[in-house]
T-cell receptor, first 113, second 112 residues
Framework: DTAVSQTPKYLVTQMGNDKSIKCEQNLGHDTMYWYKQDSKKFLKIMFSYNNKELIINETVPNRFSPKSPDKAHLNLHINSLELGDSAVYFC????????????FGEGSRLTVL | GNSVTQMEGPVTLSEEAFLTINCTYTATGYPSLFWYVQYPGEGLQLLLKATKADDKGSNKGFEATYRKETTSFHLEKGSVQVSDSAVYFCALMTNNNNDMRFGAGTRLTVKP
């Protein structure tokens, strides 16, 4: 039973489209994250939520909008996709705001053409 | 700000060779330090961690010691296997926030 699952695993789309990536964790954790990994494997935090409340919002274009309907879900919606948005997006969770070990999903590879 | 610097890869070793991947950090306060591993096509998973100075984290034959005096957390393994081929990330998190900062990652390839 996958602890952190994200869908879709692969997403290929045209510039200008709007797309969403969904994430769910069944670990009972309070805190969830979105990370972006570029082609050189560099990993950068985008957002974190704790119990549906936004905690970290790094300098990310406002075309990216996270939504947390409950503490087990953190979805990422991206408007007006650009070529530079192509990356692997990882969802992660931790028990609470104290952080510690992060549990990652398998990633969603987004390719913008 | 908080940051992690790790040695650039790629690193290519023969099976049973000794591995060191260097990691140094800059942080305010007293961070916890981590090594994560990413196998091909998978998400990151925790390899080991240390939460205070002089702690040694260990797992699957890998070790790293939290050295406050040199602000380092170097990853070592005495005898690598082909199955250790992956990308390794050093990371830190300070006690006052939940922002995990990752290094750039080091790709390790182990050849038989």
């Amino acid at each position: 039973d996958t602890a952190v699952s994200q869908t879709p695993k692969y997403l290929v789309t045209q510039m200008g489209n709007d797309k969403s990536i969904k994430c769910e964790q069944n670990l009972g954790h309070d805190t969830m994250y979105w990370y972006k990994q570029d082609s050189k494997k560099f990993l950068k935090i985008m957002f974190s939520y704790n119990n549906k409340e936004l905690i970290i919002n790094e300098t990310v274009p406002n075309r990216f909008s996270p939504k947390s309907p409950d503490k087990a879900h953190l979805n990422l919606h991206i408007n007006s996709l650009e070529l530079g948005d192509s990356a692997v997006y990882f969802c992660a969770s931790s028990q609470d705001l104290r952080g510690g070990e992060l549990f990652f999903g398998e990633g969603s590879r987004l390719t913008v053409l | 700000g908080n940051s992690v610097t790790q040695m650039e890869g790629p690193v290519t070793l023969s099976e049973e060779a000794f591995l060191t991947i260097n990691c140094t950090y800059t942080a305010t306060g007293y961070p916890s330090l981590f090594w994560y591993v990413q196998y091909p096509g998978e998400g990151l998973q925790l390899l080991l961690k240390a939460t205070k100075a002089d702690d040694k984290g260990s797992n699957k034959g890998f070790e790293a010691t939290y050295r406050k005096e040199t602000t380092s957390f170097h990853l070592e393994k005495g005898s690598v296997q082909v199955s250790d081929s992956a990308v390794y990330f050093c990371a830190l998190m300070t006690n006052n926030n939940n922002d995990m900062r990752f290094g750039a990652g080091t790709r390790l390839t182990v050849k038989p």
